[in-house]
């Protein structure tokens, strides 16, 4: 997203707009530096990379160009994680994906382990993942239940419960987010990205709130809002559709059993997901009633807008109060996001087509918190050698709808390598 922080660790750099003192009228322009480069790539690395967007993607691209020694500039509008990277389930599974994405799910949920240890973070853990229906208890589950196969928190109404998964893992997406931003020592600009200045094919200036920065490289990294781009570059098309999901959190006393569940649609409408949290904490998504914007909407719209649905958020405390006992009351947290979906549920990762120097991370469906760290590492390949190493971009491409917007779109929800698994859009 655009705009400003509010969360910032103690490596990191605090600038305000205040400090940008250049003006479009007058052409006087600040370059904003992350810091000294590595001397052995200053004659070939771009020293002034901006990336518009302050969640996940931006925050492991500056993560892992930092890594190589390159520092960035970002500039979100509210602060760190503001929309779905602070608001999403955290849910990660290695082996969901099919076709080019199968590379992403693999790579990517290596790096979260790997990130996990290296930023120490608490929300990371394995877990198990249950196919779940609810309805009149069955004896099976009980049984289940004593065999350890089963939490014991799921002593409401369950028809059924069987293991999908034993290989999946699960990650707070605020506490990744915010390391990795910290980690990474970037600057952050409190400010609305609202346009680019070009020189031919690069990108000289990225425009905030009517001010220019100085950019030889810009990465867009939006979520939904990435189709803003469209008017800021020639003869490109990002057809993208912001689904609007609410989600909710119970918090407890105690610590909550480990086992993220899958439940099947139910009476309510809802598809739960249900992620319990090491902060004794249990996430729950699928609620169902999701909103669909087009790309005039989501221009038309800030994060700060998008809010739960009231009827879902009963909807959902209705159904998963009946399954498991302990949520039979009020949750003690309501939000939404939006969640970015390209045509063909695959995201834009790539340089923008027409420029020399401009890129796009954004799009990532319902697997933005999964995909994040490859995306951050595969972007910042791009940027500093010319070409992702490890992963192929080429099924990403960030102009494949620019001369064939009308492509047809399918489903677009989790799926379990082709099957589909929870709530479709």
């Known amino acids: 997203l655009l705009g400003v922080v509010s969360v910032l660790g103690v490596s990191q750099a605090f600038v305000s707009n205040s400090l940008i003192s250049s003006s479009l009228s007058t052409r006087q322009r600040v370059g904003l530096r992350g810091g000294a480069c590595d001397t052995k790539m200053a004659a070939k690395q771009p020293e002034n990379i901006v990336i518009a967007g302050g969640g996940l993607q931006a925050a ?8 190589r020694g390159v520092s960035s500039t970002v500039v979100e509008r509210s602060k760190v994680a503001a929309a779905a990277s602070g608001k999403a ?6 082996g969901w994906g099919s076709g080019p994405t199968g590379q992403l799910h693999e790579v990517s949920f290596d790096l979260h382990e790997t990130l996990a240890e290296e930023l120490k973070l608490k929300g990371y853990r394995k877990l198990p993942t249950l196919s779940v229906s609810g ?16 939490p014991k928190w799921l002593d409401g109404s369950v028809s059924s419960a069987r293991l999908m998964d034993d290989a999946t893992a699960q990650t707070t997406p605020d506490e990744l987010t915010n390391a990795l931003m910290d980690k990474s020592g970037a600057k952050v600009v409190i ?35 990435s189709c803003m781009a469209e008017d800021w570059f020639d003869d490109i098309s990002i057809p993208m559709q912001g689904v609007r999901s609410t989600s909710i959190v119970f ?22 997901e249900v992620y319990p949290r090491a902060s004794n904490e249990v996430y729950m998504c699928g609620i169902g009633g999701s909103k669909y914007l087009n790309n005039d909407d989501l221009k038309a719209i800030s994060p700060e807008e998008i809010t739960a649905d009231p009827a879902r958020v009963k909807a959902a405390e209705s159904s998963f109060g009946a399954m498991a006992k302990f949520a039979a009351r009020s949750s003690d947290q309501q939000q939404a996001c939006m969640r970015p979906c390209p045509p063909d549920a695959m995201p834009y990762l790539g340089q923008i087509p027409g420029t020399d120097n401009a890129y796009m991370a954004a799009g990532h469906n319902c697997w933005g918190i ?30 494949r709808f620019s001369k064939n917007v009308g492509s047809k779109s399918g489903k677009r929800g989790r799926k379990q390598g082709t099957t589909d698994v929870g709530e479709q859009w």
């Not at 492991?60 to 890594?67: N, R």
């Not at 346009?195 to 979520?223: L, N, P, T």
């Not at 999964?370 to 990403?396: R, Y």
């Open 60 to 67: 492991a691209i500056a993560y892992y160009l930092s890594k």
């Open 89 to 94: 389930g955290g849910f990660l599974a290695r």
């Open 135 to 150: 309805g009149k208890r069955a004896g099976s589950v009980d049984k289940a239940i004593e065999k350890g196969q089963v």
């Open 191 to 225: 400010g609305k990205v609202e346009g680019v200045e070009r020189d031919g094919g690069k990108v000289s200036g990225v425009i905030v709130d009517g001010k220019v920065i100085d950019a030889d490289c810009f990465v867009v990294a939006m979520g939904p809002w």
């Open 251 to 272: 918090r407890t006393e105690e610590a909550i059993d480990p086992y993220a569940l899958f439940c099947a649609e139910d009476s309510n409408g809802c598809h739960l």
């Open 370 to 399: 999964l995909w994040g760290p490859v995306t951050g590492l595969a972007m910042s390949e791009l940027i500093l050698d010319g070409k992702a190493k490890c992963v192929d971009l080429s099924a990403f491409d960030v102009g």
